[in-house]
């Protein structure tokens, strides 16, 4: 098996400090929340920003203030833009974060339109899948296609067979927005993508350690942080996503897997580097 990639997504966009008080939203807290995940073992960042008021935003500048900060206080992380930003957001505003120098690594591809938080729309049309995979692929970004049910692996690979996502393809299965965190959808989604693509998992809320577990166990990769869940357990908030980052090196290391370093995760990734 190879080993293990963890992912942090340290502060997402609807998230906030009512829900757990070490919410990042100021460039420094983001900074110091995405180096709480790296020194425990993260070696891909998903980033969001937020203005100091926490408010969700693709702006271009905000986007580059933070990842000069994470990238100088993380050596050689990987960084992974949010196309997604935050619901209802237009195409336009959503792709700035890919416009930031040097040209992130890898970024979010939303594939499929879907019901966020119960009553929000996030729309991802396929036209907009088609386009956000040219934008990526002319920016020479790897995609990690977000999939919130199984249809939305037919649409990723609808898109890819017309040119515009690369394979090998690096999918992240998001359980417990649409299609309920369970481990049979797990084994259902893993088992149903090109040989040769890898794969991540996110378990949202209280889904998200037995969901981190299964997927230590099935070989693929792990993510955790604020933007999915707030708890280390029932009642008790994480004091940051490094807490979190820590849990799955544990569960990792219980059950004999290594965690790679972004080296190694830019080699699973088939990143250039
Ligand atoms: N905030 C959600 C509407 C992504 O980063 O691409 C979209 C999201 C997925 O978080
Ligand atoms: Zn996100």
């Given at each position: 098996?190879?080993?293990?990639?963890?992912?942090?997504?340290?502060?997402?966009?609807?998230?906030?400090?009512?829900?757990?008080?070490?919410?990042?939203?100021?460039?420094?807290?983001?900074?110091?929340?995405?180096?709480?995940?790296?020194?425990?073992?993260?070696?891909?960042?998903?980033?969001?920003?937020?203005?100091?008021?926490?408010?969700?935003?693709?702006?271009?500048?905000?986007?580059?203030?933070?990842?000069?900060?994470?990238?100088?206080?993380?050596?050689?992380?990987?960084?992974?833009?949010?196309?997604?930003?935050?619901?209802?957001?237009?195409?336009?505003?959503?792709?700035?974060?890919?416009?930031?120098l040097p040209v992130p690594e890898m970024a979010s591809l939303?594939?499929?339109?879907?019901?966020?938080?119960?009553?929000?729309?996030?729309?991802?049309?396929?036209?907009?899948?088609?386009?956000?995979?040219?934008?990526?692929?002319?920016?020479?970004?790897?995609?990690?296609?977000?999939?919130?049910?199984?249809?939305?692996?037919?649409?990723?690979?609808?898109?890819?067979?017309?040119?515009?996502?690369?394979?090998?393809?690096?999918?992240?299965?998001?359980?417990?927005?649409?299609?309920?965190?369970?481990?049979?959808?797990?084994?259902?989604?893993?088992?149903?993508?090109?040989?040769?693509?890898?794969?991540?998992?996110?378990g949202i809320g209280k889904g998200c350690w037995d969901i981190?577990?299964?997927?230590?166990?099935?070989?693929?990769?792990?993510?955790?942080?604020?933007?999915?869940?707030?708890?280390?357990?029932?009642?008790?908030?994480?004091?940051?996503?490094?807490?979190?980052?820590?849990?799955?090196?544990?569960?990792?290391?219980?059950?004999?897997?290594?965690?790679?370093?972004?080296?190694?995760?830019?080699?699973?990734?088939?990143?250039?580097?």
């Amino acid at each position: 098996m190879e080993k293990l990639i963890i992912t942090s997504c340290i502060c997402g966009a609807e998230v906030t400090k009512e829900h757990n008080p070490a919410v990042p939203y100021t460039a420094e807290e983001t900074i110091q929340e995405a180096k709480s995940a790296y020194d425990a073992g993260a070696s891909i960042i998903h980033l969001h920003v937020r203005w100091d008021d926490g408010t969700p935003t693709q702006d271009k500048a905000r986007f580059q203030a933070v990842a000069d900060g994470i990238r100088e206080a993380c050596p050689g992380i990987i960084l992974q833009v949010s196309t997604g930003g935050a619901v209802g957001m237009s195409d336009f505003e959503r792709l700035q974060s890919t416009e930031i120098l040097p040209v992130p690594e890898m970024a979010s591809l939303d594939c499929g339109t879907l019901n966020f938080g119960g009553n929000d729309i996030f729309i991802n049309t396929d036209d907009t899948i088609d386009h956000f995979g040219d934008v990526l692929k002319e920016r020479g970004i790897k995609p990690e296609c977000e999939v919130f049910d199984k249809g939305m692996i037919d649409l990723a690979l609808k898109s890819a067979a017309k040119g515009h996502i690369d394979s090998p393809m690096h999918f992240n299965f998001v359980l417990g927005v649409q299609m309920a965190a369970t481990i049979r959808d797990l084994v259902f989604m893993a088992t149903s993508i090109p040989a040769g693509s890898t794969w991540t998992a996110t378990g949202i809320g209280k889904g998200c350690w037995d969901i981190a577990a299964a997927t230590i166990g099935m070989g693929g990769h792990v993510r955790v942080g604020f933007e999915d869940n707030v708890y280390m357990a029932k009642g008790v908030l994480a004091k940051s996503n490094g807490q979190m980052v820590e849990r799955v090196v544990q569960l990792a290391g219980l059950m004999n897997r290594g965690i790679a370093s972004p080296e190694e995760a830019r080699r699973i990734l088939g990143l250039a580097g």
